[in-house]
């Protein structure tokens, strides 16, 4: 087809001169001068186009210059009242002159038609341009002084970039630009449903007709739910946003929802909505991180029942979900198949559990079932079988496992395509950022963007903001974007806390029991650390992580370290080079004799057998260890029950089930291994805790701890963690209780490990003869007296502080002026790393400020209360003898019986 070629407008028309005028009539308007070189690109907007006929005709007074009009700039934040008080001569620039663009770039082509490559951000700081993509990669970096305006074109990097708009600087800092598939905030949603419903919705819609269609007469049905909405006690289903004729109420069924209390009525609302994708974000997943206890179980039953029967859809053709999969520990499938059974019955609802023994063809052609239940092991074999049926919601109990990148589980469940997915979890996600990234994006995928764009935007950011010493901008960047995460975030994790069952449960007492090791332990102890193989633990991690279990061992009983038997595998050559120096005498016997732990929970265990009808529940690290300790349990009589990796799980739940009805005659006690049984299965039948070793991971110790404050316990709670004081055991419970995240490292052998310096290390395995160096590094002044100290001021003062005459002895005293060559830069620098060092301690171990600290010694020496009288005759020994106690009138008889020689501190908090 023949067309012209095509001939841009002019902007304006030239204007002639009037004819009285002395000067000729005037040029048109100059491109570049001598001052600078202006070029117009095609590229460039009108506005842009005035702005340079403006400057190259400033001179001309014959002509009317063009105005320029640009779109409002929003005001530049300054610095804040506070930021001067803490710092007067820190400057301001970086608050005040700040600048942030919404850009399009590309690269320099001499192509005649020019396309843009991408979307990006230009941040103008501190007379710098610095360029970023929409994925927060750097692109380029150059010396900018003045800021650019609206459609301007300039050169940064290699590349040519068009300023499209302002970008305010709180969506800059809080990271928002770099996460596209992030929700927007509350205010900027409400303002666009405003403008959408008026300007959108403002008619009604109609249906356009194709040619070949008829429309006839409507007897459609009139929506019915399936339940009754206004029923008393109807747990209703939020509507979604967008309504509609055909959307109908969806009512938990009465028969379950009857059981819920008001939290658990919240959870199912929650997961309802964000798995229908009710909710401001893009995706369909849900983090169900309730503290254990809360039931999970209980709020996950009553969503799939609601979505396997109903549909906010009338007439969609069924309900939301058909078929739905679990997948769980293998020690917790038997527990999901009972409370399936429990609250819905077994008529109801076919739940389908995939063993060994299963034939998975049963539930994908099948009609029967509708739930199927699979260990994640299992869950890798059959994930080919299920491919081939869709799975409209997948649940993961325990989904912490899920963490790791390359975890087999969770590769296998991304490959059912399934956008319903749920993560169950007991523990917080929020230690970890690498870890919380992983969760988040296996729930919704892709909603953080790549882990690259999230590291380099969000968890460096935010963890350079928390280091010693971080500037003032680090620090606001860090917590804006550490707050925008959390916005996120709140839409699809919901977190509560055991404080909900104050009202539901009884009351919990945890009791921290610092106990001295044997002379044995310490001989074997201090042979160890000074061997001559101990100098190669310091320098690789691999030795480094078989030194420390080998002394957690130790801290158990020096009769885990003997030789083993021929049908059990040798120690590693490491451990064997380590214990070459010790006396084998030492570690011939499994006595309890030999360890502090075992001699404080024999006489614990006989007199609660005596003294009550209540049993108990000891949990253990180490199968060993658990041998050691039914060894004992038989020598003293004493009935009990075992439950580890070793236990078929066709045996694990009648185990539970026994000892939960049993008296505590016939099944007194139970053992059970952190690793297996530490999770997700209720021991109501027992009210006492022993927590016999402590492991790197604080979240195994916390949820090994919650298995008897659990739905249908009657009785008070006790719990007890046994703590080797001076031994690694005590830094292993400062370093949970400071929530570093080294334990994780160790456990895991990740670079952790390998950035441990070596005085770090000497710490770890050093052993320090003392009452509690753990009371010790909290500088409390409680004096073992057994009240509650409080959290330690930010000045660091004790009960002992001698006022302001004391904070100025220990004010530090400047040299004033002096010769350059007379500064031990060096020293002073070692000043300051060990300052720093030394500072945060007490503050990480603030929550230990929150139970009460008893000195063993005063429970045994101390006497009834005197009389008036008594007092008046003897204030002397009155003060001298103070009275001390703690509630467990059971641990207090044990610490008597041993004369406070095997136990040094208690620390006591009721829950």
Not at 48 to 75: C, E, G, H, I, W
Not at 175 to 193: C, T
Not at 585 to 597: A, D, P, T, V
Not at 762 to 776: G, I, N, P, Q, Y
Request: charged content about 25%.
């Amino acid at each position: 087809m023949y067309s012209k070629k095509f001939v841009p407008p002019l902007l304006r028309k030239p204007t002639a001169a009037p004819e009285d005028a002395d000067e000729p009539p005037n040029k048109k308007a100059r491109l570049s001068s001598s001052s600078s070189a202006l070029t117009i690109s095609t590229a460039h907007t009108p506005q842009r186009v005035a702005q340079t006929l403006k400057l190259s005709s400033a001179s001309n007074t014959a002509r009317k210059p063009l105005l320029l009009v640009r779109n409002p700039v929003s005001p530049p934040a300054t610095a804040t009242d506070d930021d001067d008080d803490d710092d007067d001569n820190a400057t301001t620039t970086t608050t005040t002159t700040d600048r942030y663009y919404n850009v399009l770039w590309r690269k320099k082509t001499t192509k005649k038609h020019k396309t843009f490559d991408g979307d990006g951000i230009l941040a103008l700081s501190g007379g710098y341009a610095t360029l970023q993509d929409s994925s927060g990669k750097d692109l380029g970096r150059t010396m900018m002084r003045a800021a650019p305006g609206l459609g301007d074109l300039v050169s940064l990097g290699g590349k040519d970039v068009e300023i499209d708009s302002v970008l305010s600087r709180a969506d800059y800092l809080s990271g928002r630009p770099f996460l596209k598939a992030a929700p927007v905030k509350e205010e900027s949603a409400a303002s666009f449903q405003a403008v959408s419903a008026a300007g959108f919705f403002g008619s009604k819609f109609k249906t356009p007709l194709l040619g070949s269609t008829a429309v006839g007469n409507s007897h459609a049905k009139v929506p019915t739910p399936r339940h009754d909405p206004t029923a008393e006690g109807a747990l209703v289903m939020p509507r979604p946003s967008g309504g509609g004729k055909n959307i109908v109420d969806v009512v938990v069924d009465p028969f379950v929802s009857a059981h819920l209390r008001p939290h658990q009525r919240e959870g199912v609302q929650f997961l309802y909505e964000a798995v229908m994708g009710h909710k401001a974000f893009d995706g369909q997943g849900a983090i169900l991180a309730d503290e254990m206890g809360l039931g999970k179980t209980l709020q996950t039953i009553a969503l799939l029942w609601t979505l396997l029967k109903q549909n906010p859809v009338f007439g969609a053709g069924g309900p939301v979900v058909r078929k739905a999969l679990i997948v769980c520990p293998v020690t917790l499938i038997n527990n999901w198949r009972k409370e399936f059974n429990k609250w819905l019955g077994r008529e109801r609802l076919g739940v389908f559990v995939a063993d060994s023994k299963a034939t998975i063809r049963d539930f994908t052609h099948g009609r029967v079932y509708s739930v199927m239940i699979v260990g994640y092991e299992r869950l890798q074999k059959v994930q080919g079988e299920l491919r081939g049926v869709d799975i409209d919601i997948v649940i993961a109990d325990e989904g912490h496992r899920l963490k790791t990148e390359r975890n087999k589980s969770a590769a296998a469940i991304r490959g059912l395509n399934t956008k319903r997915r749920v993560i169950l979890s007991g523990t917080p996600l929020q230690n970890d950022l690498h870890e919380f990234y992983i969760m988040v994006d296996f729930v919704n995928p892709g909603l953080l963007e790549s882990y690259q764009t999230f590291r380099k935007e969000f968890e460096n950011p935010i963890v350079k903001s928390r280091q010693p010493g971080a500037s003032r901008k680090d620090v606001e960047k860090g917590k804006a974007r550490g707050d925008e995460l959390a916005r996120i975030t709140k839409l699809f994790v919901l977190r509560r806390t055991a404080e909900i069952l104050s009202s539901y449960l009884p009351p919990k007492t945890e009791y921290i029991v610092f106990c001295r090791p044997t002379p044995k332990q310490l001989k074997v102890y201090t042979t160890i650390l000074s061997s001559p193989h101990i100098e190669s633990c310091y320098r690789s991690p691999d030795t480094s992580l078989l030194l420390i279990t080998l002394l957690k061992k130790l801290c158990n009983s020096p009769g885990l370290l003997a030789p083993k038997p021929s049908p059990h595998p040798p120690h590693h050559p490491t451990t064997q080079a380590l214990l070459a120096a010790v006396h084998p005498k030492l570690l011939e016997s499994h006595s309890s004799s030999h360890s502090g732990k075992f001699r404080v929970l024999d006489r614990l265990l006989l007199t609660l057998y005596r003294t009550t009808t209540e049993k108990v529940v000891v949990i253990s690290n180490y199968t060993s260890t658990l041998d050691l300790l039914s060894t004992l349990l038989s020598s003293r009589g004493l009935t009990h029950t075992r439950l580890d990796g070793a236990t078929p799980q066709s045996r694990r739940q009648d185990i539970i089930d026994a000892f939960n009805r049993t008296d505590h005659r016939s099944s007194f006690a139970l053992l059970l291994s952190a690793k297996s049984g530490g999770a997700g299965i209720n021991l109501v039948g027992a009210s006492r805790l022993v927590l016999f070793d402590l492991d790197w991971n604080p979240a195994t110790d916390a949820q090994a701890m919650a298995r008897v404050h659990r739905d249908g316990q009657t009785r008070p709670v006790v719990i007890y963690r046994l703590v080797t004081t001076g031994c690694v055991e005590e830094k292993i419970l400062q370093r949970q209780v400071a929530k570093t995240g080294l334990a994780e490292s160790v456990v895991d052998m990740k670079s952790g490990v390998g950035s441990f310096t070596s005085e770090e290390l000497r710490d770890l395995f050093s052993v320090r003869e003392t009452e509690c160096a753990t009371h010790e590094l909290l500088g409390c002044g409680c004096g073992g007296r057994g009240y509650v100290a409080g959290p330690p001021s930010p000045e660091g003062e004790g009960e002992g502080s001698g006022g302001e005459e004391e904070e100025e002895e220990e004010e530090v005293k400047y040299p004033g002026l002096m010769k350059a060559s007379e500064v031990d830069i060096e020293k002073i620098e070692r000043e300051r790393l060990a300052a720093m060092k030394k500072a945060p301690k007490g503050a990480q171990l603030g929550a230990l400020m929150e139970y009460s600290h008893v000195l063993a010694s005063r429970l045994v020496r101390a006497k009834p209360a005197k009389t008036e009288k008594a007092a008046d005759d003897d204030d002397e020994e009155e003060e001298e003898y103070d009275e001390v106690s703690i509630e467990d009138e059971l641990l207090t008889q044990v610490v008597r019986d041993g004369m406070g020689k095997e136990v040094s501190f208690i620390f006591q908090k009721t829950f």
